[in-house]
């Protein structure tokens, strides 16, 4: 905690900087700070190391990840706990044959549900991981928010889930060296070895219960509770192919080129999306490891619609493309997690979010009547079977 307060103190100064008007997603909040500052910030808190010098980890890998909270006894996990990846929810749940319980499983990676869309190697696969810090695993530990029967009792209670203001969620993508090694040349012509990944990349040794294995993070989202339908952030690594496809690169804060457009021919490489002095800066000061300027905001999302009413969108070349089956320009963070919730039984909704197909702008309230919203939170449908 002295940490982030200490990081917190040190941005206080870029408050005051002139912000870029950016094209797309990411918004000025009601305090005159952009979105996309608001991500860089929130980056340099969860990537700063851990300081456990037993462990090669960074912040968010301390915290709780779906498989620490959604079981029958909740915990936060043990320092030093072997990373364990799982399959993409929002892949698997495109493949339900019932209604209740979705099984993922844990401990390793499957086939993306479109890897052709990004040219992936047919033989890869892509881990996941999605972990939630300490305000946010404590609130939904407290009121029972990981168990059918907690739900229901929510549910019963008209408890209005509302996540604490200091809660921040996090998900990733990661691919196996080789298997990254595999794509770069397959798709970019790229030739990279191990040495050359683990300076390019942030790696770590992921284990599946058995074996373990050196993975990649090749993208990430995470979600800060800073307004009440949070602030979305999408980063991606910059030799990711593809990953400005459609929608374009939008950062009014970290980088040169604020507004990247999209190119006519897909899984292109769109560069290194060279950083601002603010935001080198920023890194410098909160101690944070160089391997993440190799990283790019996509963009930033804090609602639902546009000025002109037309939906915000926001996707991932690999998350939602690749990983999920949902095309980048049919993607909206806030929408998808608006529709988390759960009805009198403790069930979860996904069944009936996947069934429409990629929603976008404003929700559409009679699709929850009989639910009771999660304040955005997916996790409850990785709850395990009753």
């Known amino acids: 905690m002295r940490r982030f307060a200490g990081i917190a103190a040190i941005l206080v100064v870029f408050l005051l ?8 997603q990411g918004a000025r ?7 996309d500052m608001i991500a860089w910030q ?35 996990p ?7 990846l799982q399959e993409s929810l929002f892949g698997s749940g495109h493949n339900l044959s019932g209604p209740y319980p979705l099984t993922i499983s844990a401990g390793g990676c499957a086939p993306p549900a479109d890897g052709p869309a990004g040219q992936f190697p047919p033989n890869a696969c892509i881990g996941e991981e999605v972990r939630r810090n300490f ?16 739900l229901a009792q929510a549910f019963r209670s008209k408890l209005k889930v509302d996540m604490p203001a200091d809660a921040v969620e996090f998900k990733g993508d990661w691919v196996k060296v080789s298997d990254l090694i595999a794509w770069l040349r397959r798709s970019e012509g790229i030739t990279l070895d191990a040495a050359a990944v683990r300076k390019n990349y942030y790696v770590n040794t992921v284990s599946d219960g058995t074996k373990t294995a050196e993975y990649a993070l090749v993208s990430f989202h995470f979600s800060t509770k800073q307004i009440k339908d949070w602030v979305w952030a999408d980063f991606e690594h910059r030799l990711n192919p593809g990953r400005c496809d459609d ?36 890194l410098s000061n909160g101690g944070i490891a160089p ?14 619609v546009q000025p002109d009413g037309k939906p915000t969108i926001l996707g991932d070349s690999v998350i939602e493309r690749m990983d999920a089956l949902t095309p980048v320009t049919q993607s909206s963070c806030t929408t998808c997690h608006a529709y988390a919730a759960f009805d009198k039984n403790g069930n979860h909704g996904l069944i009936n979010f996947v069934a429409r197909a990629h929603p976008v702008g404003d929700v559409d309230r009679s699709q929850l009547r009989g639910y009771t919203q999660n304040d955005f939170v997916w996790g409850i449908a990785k709850m395990p079977p009753r």
């Open 17 to 24: 900087l002139p912000v870029g008007q950016a094209s797309a």
């Open 29 to 35: 909040l009601p305090w005159g700070q952009s979105s």
């Open 42 to 76: 929130t980056l340099a808190q969860i990537m700063a190391p851990a300081g456990n010098p037993a462990a090669h980890n960074v912040e968010f890998e301390t915290w709780a990840s779906d498989q620490d909270i959604y079981q029958t006894s909740p915990h936060w």
């Open 78 to 84: 043990v320092p030093g706990t072997p990373k364990r």
């Open 135 to 150: 305000a946010s695993f404590q609130y939904i530990v407290s009121n029972g928010l990981y168990s059918y029967a907690g």
């Open 247 to 282: 929608i374009g690169c939008h950062d009014s804060f970290g980088a040169v080129d604020a507004d990247v457009p999209s190119r006519r021919t897909a899984n292109q490489n769109y560069g290194e999306c060279r950083k601002t002095v603010k935001l080198l800066a920023l």
């Open 291 to 304: 391997v993440w300027q190799n990283y790019c905001l996509k963009g930033s999302q804090v609602t639902f």
